[in-house]
Structures are given as C-alpha cells and as structure tokens.
C-alpha cells in the first residue's frame, strides 16, 4: 500500500471559494480524500460572502473564514491598490494553517486561494487544480510554488501540470440515470412521460438564459415538453401555466442536481468546466450558451462536447425565445437524435478525476 493511504493521519486544507464551479471540484476532492484517508482531517476555507457558506457546511467539512481579496482575471494596476487587503488576508490564513497543522494545501482558484497559496509557501506543500484552459490569477501565481500541479482539460497553460480532469460528486459519475427517472420526476413534479428540458444558467442563474427559456413557454407547452427551470436564487421567474400541458417547474437552485439531470432528457446551460464536466459525465446532451465575457473558456470548455456530436453551442447575444423554439425544441423532442448524442457523449472526461487527485494530495501531505 502506497506511503501516502497509511501512516500518520494528514490534515488537508482545500481553498476553493466563491462560486460552485470553484466549490464542488473542492468538495468531491475532499470526499474521495476521505474514502482513501478516512482518518484524515480535513479543513475547507472561504470567505464571509460567498457561496461556499451555503454549499459547504452540509456536507460535514468545517468551514474557515478569511478576509475575500477580489482579483482581475490578469495582472494590472488593480492590484497595486491591495496590498493591504492581501497582508491581512494572508495573515488570517496563515493563523488557520498553524492552528489546524495543515500538511498539504490543495487551491482551486478564486479570491480565497491566493491568499491561502501566500500564507502556505515555504511553509506547507502546495496542490494546485486548474478547471479551465486559461488558468485565473490566483492559479497562475500559486503554482509557481506548487508542489504539484494539476489540470481539468488539455492544454491549460500552467508549467509542469498534469492532466487529471475536473473532480466530481460520486453521486454524479456513478449516476444512472433511467433508473433514477421515475423519481427524479417525481421528486419535482415533472410529467412522467413528456419529454424534459433542464434548464439553469450556474449557481447564480442567468437572465439570458431565464429570459429566452421562459418567454418559450407556450411553445414548449404546445410541443409537449415539460421544463425544470433553476432560475437562480437571486431571480424571479413567473411562467404562465397551461392546463393540460406538461409542467413548467421553476426553482431557485437545484440542490439534487443528480436527481434534475435523471429527470431530463436535454439540458440547457452555461458550460463553464464545472457543468461541462457533470453533463459530460451523466451523458446528456447540451445546448450549451457560455457566459460572454472574460477570456472566452466557456466557449472553450465546450469545444470538445461539441466537436464529439454531444453538444450545440449557441452564443449568448444569439438565445432567444425564437431560437428555443426552432433549435431546442426541435432536439428535444426527436429521440432518436437524442439517443445519439448522449452515445456521443460517453468516453467524455475524466471519471476518476476525484480519486487520482486525492492520491496527488496525499502523497504531497507526505513529503
């Protein structure tokens, strides 16, 4: 048995704040950790604001607060104006790290990583994980102490890294959905039979999406299709009902979602490496609308779904209510298209992603 599965329990600390596309890889790695390691001990940080406070707690993982320190997606001047920000930030980290007898640092980005990769140098062994091709700031400058480096996609320009996929929940890879369809509309009270749509646009949800999706409402009714609307927890989605139709079921955040991808038949979203990952990995086809800003990695990110036949891509300024109509539409209710770009799908990602990025992080603990 390797080194790294015996010896004296480890504590890890994984940093990934924020949003869930930073959170959940964050937390699948902690779980599978914790089937390698269940002895190990194992600490979250974030920051007072973000979703983490929400996502993470349920899960059993405490929780560590340190002051959040926004960062440009590249170095400018913007940054001159921190250094305080950041020294009271790295302090606080720092402080936790030695409280809690960190072993291994493992980031995923966002505005509680650097911080969390600062306080850590020269002090604890750093693991860095990469979700997109085009790595944040935060990403950049830590791994250039990393201990290791690891990726989700091909090609992210971050020296020495190894590819590993994006991890995920086991309740995703291990999903079988035909099984679970029956409860899955059920749980959300979806029609048993019609054909389903999924809709959500992120954590946060997104009023492109919202809007282009819910002004299509009557068309989806009329062409038999039922709709799960996460429309965002912040947002308000008011759809009008049509009796005798298939339910348009709108909800602010979707807390199952192995349950709300069992349900559908298609799903529409962003694609950022997060989502990508998941619907890849359930074998669902896409209509995917990445996010119209920063560098262009949603575009990125859903390439290869698309290049495989798994996927469509429609870009933000181009979704409307007449393009949910002629293009969604019109996939959703062919199942036999259906049936072919979910087998198009398979193969797609990384499945032990989880896992192998647990045992990166436990050998690290080691040295």
């Not at 973000?50 to 997606?73: A, H, Q, S």
């Not at 020495?160 to 369809?181: E, F, K, M, N, Y």
């Not at 199952?256 to 990952?277: E, N």
Request: glycine share 10%.
């Amino acid at each position: 048995m390797s080194q790294a599965l015996t010896g004296r329990a480890p504590t890890v600390v994984v940093a990934g704040g924020g949003t869930a596309g930073h959170i959940e890889p964050a937390m699948a790695l902690a779980d599978a950790v914790r089937r390698l390691r269940p002895d190990a001990k194992i600490i979250a940080m974030g920051t007072p604001k973000g979703l983490e406070n929400d996502l993470i707690p349920p899960r059993g993982y405490p929780l560590e607060l340190i002051p959040p320190v926004p960062l440009p997606r590249k170095p400018t001047t913007d940054l001159l104006r921190l250094p305080l920000r950041v020294r009271d930030s790295v302090r606080r980290a720092r402080e936790v790290l030695d409280r809690v007898g960190a072993d291994v640092v493992v980031g995923f980005g966002g505005y509680v990583s650097l911080p969390v990769y600062l306080a850590a140098r020269g002090r604890v062994p750093i693991v860095v994980h990469e979700a997109n091709e085009s790595p944040g700031l935060a990403n950049r400058i830590g791994a250039r102490f990393a201990t290791r480096v690891a990726v989700g996609v091909p090609g992210a320009s971050l020296p020495g890294a190894q590819l590993v996929g994006i991890p995920l929940r086991r309740s995703i890879t291990t999903l079988d959905r035909p099984a679970l369809r029956e409860e899955a509309r059920k749980h959300f009270g979806l029609d048993p039979e019609a054909p389903t749509l999924l809709v959500f646009g992120g954590s946060q949800g997104a009023r492109t999406i919202n809007t282009a999706v819910s002004g299509a409402a009557k068309d989806l009714a009329d062409a038999g299709v039922g709709v799960l609307h996460a429309h965002g927890p912040k947002n308000t989605l008011i759809v009008q009902e049509f009796p005798g139709r298939p339910a348009y079921v709108p909800v602010p955040y979707l807390e199952r979602m192995d349950l709300a991808y069992a349900a559908a038949d298609v799903v529409l979203c962003r694609s950022g490496a997060m989502t990508v990952a998941e619907v890849s990995a359930v074998g669902l086809p896409a209509v995917f609308v990445p996010l119209p800003i920063g560098n262009g990695e949603q575009a990125s990110n859903a390439r290869p779904a698309v290049d495989a036949g798994a996927a469509l891509l429609v870009a933000d300024a181009d979704l409307t209510p007449a393009k949910v109509a002629d293009l969604v539409i019109p996939l959703v209710t062919d199942p036999d298209r259906v049936a072919k770009m979910s087998a198009a799908g398979s193969g797609l990602g990384h499945r032990e992603a989880d896992e192998t990025l647990a045992r990166i992080v436990l050998e690290a603990a080691n040295t």
